[in-house]
């Protein structure tokens, strides 16, 4: 489609007002901050590795600490939520994160709002003429409804949004922004379908902050002919758990114990039944530490993410850094290029998982070659850094709102 590609940004850039979560932001705002371009970055709590409160995922270091914006009541409130088995237990951490981070805009020029955290802050930084941006980190509910009510009528259940309030804000953020960010074509393209101008929509990929890493490191050299295949992420009907066991009794069948699977990642209620037997070669992890993610990545040879709804795959992105061979579907948002740095098939589309798993498996040049294509591929986006692509779509939109 025909989403803007933003052109090259020139002098300093703009100050701007950030609103995110930290896992998905905290590359951005230490770019930003490094700049000193960022007055406030409205989140969730975060920390220095000092203080009462200080769980490691949350450490950012002093510099990012610092700004302005950590929040620990929507946390509070949030954790309390899940405990209590609440239902969309997310809305009481949302919503009072977005309410405080409404109440001291700072006198940026730019609000970057990510998720369901920024309407309120959007209506009050237009008032003071900054240019709003509205960061999509995944499909918007009716993008997400086309794509997966039917797989879950399949299996006699009826999707719902774990939130429709919290889904309706999402979209009306997306269409009260200025500008509107899709890190993925898949994202760009459900966007437009949704309604969302195509002149509003730039395309701004991002990268796992584990990719650096994982492409720097060598793989494990082995002894054995077992072709290891790979996914990682949660077990549930959106991610394609059904096709992807379904495809692997075929390939299975075909190869016998020349071929193994493994699956790491939480299992979700609507894939209970999908894993109480599962099929002969298959082995489940369930969560683990990244660590140790790591390790599997960098030993396996095929790594198949079949999902039916995504923003953009950071587990794709880290598989192709470490070197495998992917599998995936268009819809999965991952930055694979078919035929070159990977292979894409259609969603819900057994019999071209197998197809493709078995081209992988029987022309081992080729799935050294795209394993390694993948891999080059990551390298390059690693040094053309996710702040310069933001930096260059702030100045395209700037240079369009004036």
């Not at 009510?149 to 009306?172: D, M």
């Not at 579907?329 to 290029?337: L, N, Q, R």
């Amino acid at each position: 489609m025909g989403m803007i590609t933003p052109h090259a940004k020139s002098g300093a850039g703009p100050s701007v007002w950030l609103i995110s979560r930290i896992d998905q932001a905290s590359i951005l705002a230490q770019h930003l901050a490094n700049q000193k371009r960022l007055l406030r970055w409205d989140s969730f709590w975060r920390h220095n590795g000092t203080g009462l409160v200080r769980p490691a995922s949350r450490n950012v270091g002093s510099a990012l600490s610092d700004i302005p914006g950590r929040h620990l009541l929507p946390d509070l409130l949030g954790k309390a939520a899940q405990r209590l088995r609440l239902p969309a237990h997310n809305l009481y951490s949302d919503i009072p994160l977005s309410m405080l981070a409404a109440l001291r805009p700072p006198d940026a020029r730019i609000l970057h709002g990510q998720g369901n955290y920024s309407l309120p802050a959007m209506r009050r930084a237009k008032a003071r003429n900054m240019i709003t941006i509205s960061d999509v980190t995944g499909q918007l509910a009716e993008t997400r409804h086309h794509q997966l009510a039917g797989e879950y009528e399949t299996h006699g259940l009826r999707y719902r949004e774990i939130s429709t309030l919290l889904a309706r804000r999402r979209s009306t953020e997306a269409r009260y922004a200025d500008a509107v960010f899709a890190p993925s074509e898949a994202v760009a393209d459900g966007l437009n379908r949704a309604g969302i101008a195509e002149e509003k929509i730039y395309l701004v990929p991002f990268l796992s902050q584990h990719c650096q890493a994982l492409s720097r490191q060598n793989r494990p050299s082995r002894d054995d002919t077992v072709i290891r295949f790979l996914y990682v992420g949660n077990l549930s009907l959106a991610k394609g758990t059904a096709h992807l066991l379904a495809a692997w009794k075929n390939i299975r069948h075909q190869f016998r114990m020349r071929v193994e699977l493994t699956l790491i990642g939480a299992l979700r209620p609507c894939a209970k039944a999908l894993l109480s037997s599962l099929p002969d070669g298959v082995r489940w992890l369930g969560p683990l530490p990244h660590d140790q993610v790591a390790k599997h990545l960098l030993a396996a040879d095929i790594f198949t993410f079949p999902s039916l709804t995504e923003g953009s795959s950071l587990a794709t992105m880290e598989a192709m850094a470490a070197g495998c061979a992917v599998i995936t579907t268009f819809d999965a948002g991952s930055p694979v290029i078919n035929h070159q740095s990977g292979l894409i098939i259609p969603p819900r589309d057994q019999d071209a998982l197998v197809t493709a798993a078995k081209a992988l498996i029987t022309h081992p040049v080729m799935r050294r070659n795209i394993a390694q294509t993948a891999r080059n591929q990551i390298a390059r986006n690693i040094e053309h850094a996710y702040g310069t692509r933001v930096d260059q779509a702030y100045e395209t939109i700037l240079s369009r709102h004036g």
